[in-house]
């Protein structure tokens, strides 16, 4: 099956700043990566989410690279703002009949420092 | 409009008891999916569901059962609890295939823990 590593487990960056994280999948047949934003004691939200027919995809501040070949994809946050702190999940799948079962990564504790 | 919503939001239990985690979304999304989220290993597949009566395994479904009688519930059962399912859980619904949107919508989590 599926298996996604995601890196760094902890990043600490000053307000303003960019913010960089890091997947990367086993299977390459999975087509779809979505991002989720999870803050403390709330539920995972969908930021971002990337198909594997595009290389790159940009929301205001936040991007998702996607290097198939390499079988990685990055999410790019600028400007870091507080609000910006969370747990952020990287996610992949193969969107088949049978549906959308993500494989998520293990998470990145964000903390925007002022 | 609820949304997706889960039931109970705090579960205590002992080893050895049925416990059963409710989960009901007003949209009428097709793909319903439970999971589970424990430190160090992110949110973990348990198991999905296509539409009513369609239900598979996904990555840790050993412990837990489900069934899908209508489109807008998707209980998950806990046959005899065990220390090792102390977790918070997950409930995601999804329209899947057909509209292009395949972002997955997440419950508020239910926190079980069993003594």
């Known amino acids: 099956g599926e298996n996604v590593e995601q890196h760094p487990s902890t990043l600490s960056v000053q307000e303003g700043d960019s913010a960089v994280i890091k997947c990367t999948y086993s299977?390459?047949?999975?087509?779809?990566f979505p991002w989720y934003k999870q803050e403390l004691g709330k539920r995972p939200q969908l930021i971002i989410d990337?198909?594997?027919?595009?290389g790159e995809k940009k929301d205001q501040r936040i991007a998702v690279t996607l290097n198939k070949t390499a079988k990685h994809f990055s999410l790019h946050i600028t400007e870091t703002q507080p609000e910006d702190s969370a747990v952020y999940f990287c996610?992949?799948?193969?969107?088949?009949?049978?549906?959308?079962?993500?494989?998520f990564g293990t998470g990145t504790q964000l903390k925007v420092e002022l | 409009d609820a949304g997706i919503t889960q039931s109970p939001r705090y579960k205590i239990t002992e080893t050895g008891r049925q416990v059963t985690l409710m989960c009901h979304q007003t949209?009428?999304?097709?793909?319903m999916f439970w999971y589970r989220q424990d430190l160090g290993h992110g949110l973990r597949l348990i198991y999905y569901?296509?539409?009513?009566?369609?239900?598979d395994k996904g990555e840790v479904p050993d412990g837990y059962v489900v069934s899908r009688s209508k489109t807008e519930n998707f209980p998950l059962t806990l046959e005899s609890a065990t220390r090792s399912q102390t977790s918070v859980y997950f409930c995601?619904?999804?329209?899947?295939?057909?509209?292009?949107?395949?972002?997955?919508?997440f419950g508020p989590g239910t926190r079980l823990t069993v003594t």
């Open positions: 995601a619904s999804s329209e899947g295939q057909g509209t292009g949107d395949y972002e997955q919508y």
């Open positions: 299977d390459s047949a999975s087509n779809y």
């Open positions: 990337i198909r594997s027919n595009v």
């Open positions: 996610a992949a799948s193969l969107i088949t009949g049978g549906g959308n079962k993500l494989t």
């Open positions: 949209w009428s999304h097709s793909y």
């Open positions: 569901s296509a539409a009513a009566d369609i239900t």
